[in-house]
């Protein structure tokens, strides 16, 4: 299927690797020009170097101006942005009782009000132009809370309120929003993660992997590959009536409709 994305241009935050880079490869094949962005500005540029058509960026987006400067250097690189995908790191595993309000102001912080900087330099270009893509890559822990990850889930449930509320006001602008959750899928995140529990619980690693992998329905962790093609329908031409809804692709586990 032809996704009806060549030509446009797509902003892809914090794809240095896993979810990220998945999505902006993804995005590339089908013929779309990339922003590639994170920290690791060298493995940022590496990554552009390999796809048909795009740029690297160094930014850190938690850093004061790391938004505005990401801005910038995109749309001066390529042009105005067509698709933005919204990412970034999660934050320290942490159950709900342990958190308090300065590490909880730092996940909105960097979950919300960083994203929503990027979002405000966007939206007004597709919407003169009647045509635009948001997407978050946000986590199952939206729709059910993930056990030791408070932060998290706070952070990205304020994100999908911010972007189900957006995308009431442009839906009949031609833009849309909505936000894509993954279940397990093999990241380096996930392997933190996996590692984290192993020392906490001071079982060997195999141990946890294999019960994560038992829960799932699929019994098997997903592909960024996988992540990523859904990733690119949802940010293509045929995606233009799904807005403002979450979708899973977790290979069954969360277990709600």
């Not at 896993?18 to 500005?41: D, I, N």
């Amino acid at each position: 299927m032809d996704l009806g994305i060549a030509g446009r241009t797509a902003l892809v935050c914090a794809s240095t690797g896993g979810l990220g880079e998945a999505t902006a490869r993804a995005l590339a094949a089908e013929g779309a020009r990339v922003v590639v962005s994170g920290r690791r500005g060298e493995r940022a540029r590496a990554i552009a170097a390999e796809l048909p058509e795009a740029v690297g960026v160094e930014v850190d987006l938690t850093a004061p101006g790391g938004a505005e400067h990401l801005l910038s250097a995109a749309q001066d690189a390529l042009g105005p942005i067509d698709v933005l995908v919204l990412n970034g790191p999660g934050p320290r595993p942490a159950t709900a009782s342990e958190v308090d309000p300065e590490s909880t102001a730092e996940a909105v912080q960097n979950l919300l009000l960083v994203h929503q900087k990027l979002v405000g330099g966007v939206l007004p270009g597709m919407r003169e132009r009647r045509w635009g893509r948001i997407l978050a890559i946000a986590s199952s822990g939206v729709e059910a809370p993930i056990p030791n990850l408070a932060l998290s889930n706070i952070g990205r449930s304020a994100l999908a309120a911010y972007l189900k509320s957006l995308s009431i006001d442009v839906a009949d602008e031609g833009v849309t929003a909505n936000l894509l959750l993954p279940g397990r899928i093999a990241t380096d995140r996930l392997s933190a993660l996996d590692s984290a529990a192993a020392e906490r619980e001071r079982l060997p690693i195999e141990e946890v992997r294999a019960r994560g992998e038992s829960a799932i329905p699929a019994k098997r962790y997903g592909q960024p590959a996988e992540f990523g093609a859904t990733a690119a329908f949802l940010c293509s031409a045929h995606a233009s009536y799904i807005t403002g809804t979450a979708i899973r692709c977790d290979g069954g586990l969360v277990p709600t409709l």
